[in-house]
């Protein structure tokens, strides 16, 4: 495909988003159909449409509308590429005419107006460089399951299959992929379990729940379990799994497998409680990862977030009702928003008693990861 070619696949997958349809399965079934394009070229447009997204605001002023081929066009004029994808060729979008303004402030940062008072309130000075971060593409980070690896072998095996990665401070486990991101699922260091897909800031939030050997260790909100994982490395833990869909779970097994720990899938948690932790990384806006889901980004609303704070509510509570005397809750959250984080925090130590923060942690794309906010509440 070229270039232009690669221009109006973008456009036509974004008119699609932009009517209601989430863009993952618009470019998977827009891949299956398209088959004259090659990895390169399904690689390409899926850059374009995901950059499209985190800069929605900022390239339609570029590119003079909010449709498809106004993201693209402004796109092209933010790259300096106008002349390469609206070439007027038959395979690609018609020769550009339509102006487009300068962005400036709130449009500039691709920030939602509604939520522009609140992320400055939770950010302070550094408001406006973690917007302008969360605009650029996320790193693709690693973490080195030390059950069967240090981290430079795993960057030296790494490395023999054409892989680059380096240490990066913000998790001892962290390696960030500098060249070849798109090998890793297919070598042979990802599949014996040397590595895992995990963001450093993910990674972070892991190191930092206090845990011992032999404790009785709950991930409440396991996911993919990605961080179940992560606290199954670093100590000899009874582990248990839990997911309000379990279907988030399914790979959870052949992953732990694939890595050389014992997890242990549960539906009822209350069933084997109390437990000495219990991690709640608790659905939430997604504020800090708007890098990797620009999605949600512009679909959340106010009414979204309330909804969204009072199941934190409930989590937590379930949580505290599960915890061993002296042991503790790690609440963490994927956001930015004091709402979701502090002021979630403050709303649990008044509804129990008895209950102190050993700890609090917040990160933003500053530090290089996404965005996490973390309390280890204590149970005294």
């Not at 691709?110 to 400055?120: G, H, I």
């Not at 963490?332 to 050993?358: I, K, Q």
């Amino acid at each position: 495909m070229t270039p232009a070619a690669r221009a109006a696949a973008a456009i036509a997958v974004l008119d699609r988003v932009l009517a209601g349809e989430a863009a993952e399965k618009v470019l998977t079934t827009w891949g299956r159909g398209a088959r004259y394009a090659g990895s390169g070229d399904r690689a390409a447009v899926r850059d374009i449409v995901y950059d499209a997204m985190r800069c929605r605001r900022s390239f339609a002023s570029l590119g003079g509308a909010l449709t498809g081929r106004g993201l693209v066009l402004g796109a092209a004029r933010a790259a300096g590429v106008e002349a390469l994808w609206f070439d007027g060729s038959a395979h690609g979008p018609a020769v550009a005419v339509e102006p487009g303004a300068t962005p400036e402030g709130l449009t500039a940062l691709d920030c939602p107006d509604w939520l522009a008072p609140r992320l400055q309130a939770a950010l302070g000075s550094d408001f406006a460089p973690v917007m302008q971060a969360l605009r650029q593409r996320a790193p693709v980070f690693l973490r080195v399951n030390t059950a069967k690896a240090t981290l430079a072998a795993a960057q030296a095996a790494l490395a023999a299959e054409g892989i680059a990665a380096q240490p990066h401070p913000l998790a001892k486990t962290a390696l960030e992929v500098t060249e070849n991101a798109r090998k890793i699922q297919n070598s042979a260091t990802y599949r014996e379990g040397l590595v895992e897909l995990q963001d450093a800031a993910s990674q972070a939030v892991a190191e930092a729940v206090p845990l011992a050997p032999g404790q009785r260790v709950l991930d409440l909100c396991a996911g993919g379990g990605g961080k179940t994982l992560a606290l199954a490395a670093r100590a000899s833990l009874r582990l248990w799994a839990h997911d309000a869909n379990p279907r988030r779970m399914a790979d959870l097994p052949a992953r732990a497998a694939r890595a050389g720990v014992a997890v242990t899938i549960t539906e009822r948690p209350e069933k084997t409680a109390h437990y000495d932790v219990i991690l709640t990384d608790v659905p939430c806006s997604g504020s800090g990862s708007w890098r990797r889901d620009p999605e949600g980004k512009w679909a959340l609303t106010e009414d979204r977030l309330t909804a969204l704070c009072a199941l934190q509510d409930a989590i937590l509570d379930r949580a505290a009702a599960m915890t061993a005397s002296g042991g503790c809750i790690a609440y963490a959250t994927c956001s930015l928003l004091a709402e979701e984080n502090e002021g979630r925090v403050a709303a649990f130590l008044a509804r129990h008693p008895g209950w102190t923060v050993d700890r609090h942690l917040c990160l933003t794309p500053l530090q290089g990861g996404d965005g996490f906010g973390l309390a280890i509440l204590r149970r005294t």
